[in-house]
């Protein structure tokens, strides 16, 4: 992964940028309309990222119809729709616990272009559109921008039926972004996306992130990989635990965090987040007791820490299962086991994005959910 020497290499405040549409969510159990949910990439990692005082901003784009506040203000598109996505799930699961998911596109608001990317330089930056909205030439913005850039794979190589919107994948080579990886820091997948590009080729310009489900997540970089551990958590809604995991990763790298640590991270907010419909709600008390646990991990490991704008670091340090059995701690100390909180149907007129409201709005309950090991 190259980086820019002329960028900033240290700052006091690490800030970032985060590009990527808000959607309106439609979720249907066996063909009726269970809940609605502010979406997008940016709403669930905005919501890991603010929830641990990650001073970050955000390029977004809606329509005249979005229905929710958000603690940063998108771009009003006016003459376009807001991204509107469609999540049909099957009752029947495996005896694994999987829920069939088909997503549908039912309509999308226009793309980011690069001169909605701020003329300013970032820490880093992350490209997370989930519709489509992420242009080439606004990658390359953004990594121009911006001191090391995280990408979810799902910007570069979603494309959507003409006829339904349902989504489909292209091949990594095939998607026009290809040539741009010697230039990104990390790039996110999941285990099914990971088919569509060749790991052990990418590996050797960035850093290959996959996500395992209920087996947790498997680094991949140039001279090594590494798997790290999942959460226990009940599946309700897988919906947004990858970009939960990716705002926890790069939350743990902005702190100091080595990679494996941050990876970690990233398991445990995916892990919250699927235990819940739409939109997470994460407790003042647990978001807390993260960030004390996170700065008594960096006191730990002093000697081996990695900043954001540093080479990453990927050696697993001392005491790594520690850290893992102190978040999992964490969960079973909340006032409001994730899987147990009470549920109501959303109320999509007074959504919102902020982390640390407990409120159940946007929250209802799905029967079945089965208590695994999972990770996104």
Same mark, same amino acid.
């Given at each position: 992964?190259?980086?820019?020497?002329?960028?900033?290499?240290?700052?006091?405040?690490?800030?970032?940028?985060?590009?990527?549409?808000?959607?309106?969510?439609?979720?249907?159990?066996?063909?009726?309309?269970?809940?609605?949910?502010?979406?997008?990439?940016?709403?669930?990692?905005?919501?890991?990222?603010?929830?641990?005082?990650?001073?970050?901003?955000?390029?977004?784009?809606?329509?005249?119809?979005?229905?929710?506040?958000?603690?940063?203000?998108?771009?009003?598109?006016?003459?376009?729709?807001?991204?509107?996505?469609?999540?049909?799930?099957?009752?029947?699961?495996?005896?694994?616990?999987?829920?069939?998911?088909?997503?549908?596109?039912?309509?999308?608001?226009?793309?980011?272009?690069?001169?909605?990317?701020?003329?300013?330089?970032?820490?880093?930056?992350?490209?997370?559109?989930?519709?489509?909205?992420?242009?080439?030439?606004?990658?390359?913005?953004?990594?121009?921008?911006?001191?090391?850039?995280? $990408?979810?794979?799902? +910007? !570069?190589?979603?494309? =959507?039926? &003409?006829?339904?919107?349902?989504?489909?994948?292209?091949?990594? *080579?095939?998607?026009?972004?290809?040539?741009?990886?010697?230039?990104?820091?990390?790039?996110?997948?999941?285990?099914?996306?990971?088919?569509?590009?060749?790991?052990?080729?990418?590996?050797?310009?960035?850093?290959?992130?996959?996500?395992?489900?209920?087996?947790?997540?498997?680094?991949?970089?140039?001279?090594?990989?590494?798997?790290?551990?999942?959460?226990?958590?009940?599946?309700?809604?897988?919906?947004?635990?990858?970009?939960?995991?990716?705002?926890?990763?790069?939350?743990?790298?902005?702190?100091?965090?080595? $990679?494996?640590?941050? +990876? !970690?991270?990233?398991? =445990?907010? &995916?892990?919250?987040?699927?235990?819940?419909?739409?939109?997470? *709600?994460?407790?003042?008390?647990?978001?807390?007791?993260?960030?004390?646990?996170?700065?008594?991990?960096?006191?730990?490991?002093?000697?081996?820490?990695?900043?954001?704008?540093?080479?990453?670091?990927?050696?697993?340090?001392?005491?790594?299962?520690?850290?893992?059995?102190?978040?999992?701690?964490?969960?079973?100390?909340?006032?409001?086991?994730?899987?147990?909180?009470?549920?109501?149907?959303?109320?999509?007129?007074?959504?919102?994005?902020?982390?640390?409201?407990?409120?159940?709005?946007?929250?209802?309950?799905?029967?079945?959910?089965?208590?695994?090991?999972?990770? =996104?």
């Amino acid at each position: 992964m190259v980086r820019d020497s002329t960028k900033p290499s240290q700052s006091p405040a690490p800030r970032g940028l985060v590009a990527g549409n808000y959607c309106h969510d439609v979720l249907f159990r066996d063909g009726t309309a269970e809940a609605e949910s502010l979406g997008g990439a940016v709403s669930f990692i905005s919501a890991v990222l603010d929830g641990l005082s990650i001073a970050f901003d955000s390029v977004s784009k809606v329509g005249p119809d979005f229905k929710y506040s958000t603690a940063r203000c998108p771009i009003a598109a006016p003459n376009r729709k807001t991204t509107l996505f469609h999540a049909y799930f099957d009752s029947g699961s495996g005896e694994n616990g999987h829920v069939d998911r088909v997503l549908k596109r039912v309509s999308s608001c226009d793309p980011i272009a690069p001169s909605d990317i701020p003329e300013a330089k970032f820490n880093f930056g992350m490209a997370v559109g989930v519709g489509g909205e992420i242009l080439v030439e606004t990658l390359e913005k953004l990594i121009e921008m911006c001191n090391v850039v995280f $990408v979810d794979i799902q +910007a !570069l190589i979603r494309i =959507f039926d &003409g006829v339904d919107g349902t989504v489909r994948l292209v091949e990594l *080579k095939e998607s026009g972004f290809y040539h741009l990886l010697p230039r990104i820091g990390f790039i996110k997948a999941s285990s099914e996306e990971a088919a569509y590009m060749d790991v052990e080729e990418v590996r050797k310009w960035c850093c290959v992130v996959v996500t395992n489900g209920k087996d947790g997540c498997t680094l991949y970089w140039k001279d090594g990989e590494m798997k790290i551990e999942p959460f226990v958590a009940s599946q309700v809604d897988p919906t947004g635990a990858g970009d939960s995991f990716l705002g926890g990763l790069v939350a743990g790298l902005v702190q100091g965090l080595t $990679v494996p640590d941050a +990876a !970690l991270l990233g398991n =445990f907010f &995916g892990s919250l987040t699927v235990g819940q419909v739409g939109l997470p *709600k994460f407790e003042l008390r647990l978001l807390q007791d993260v960030k004390d646990e996170v700065e008594r991990r960096k006191m730990q490991c002093m000697h081996c820490l990695n900043g954001i704008n540093d080479e990453p670091k990927f050696l697993k340090p001392a005491r790594h299962d520690e850290f893992h059995a102190s978040l999992s701690a964490l969960k079973l100390q909340s006032k409001y086991p994730i899987h147990d909180r009470p549920r109501e149907q959303s109320s999509p007129d007074k959504g919102t994005e902020h982390p640390s409201s407990t409120s159940p709005t946007n929250l209802v309950e799905i029967n079945g959910a089965k208590k695994r090991a999972i990770s =996104f």
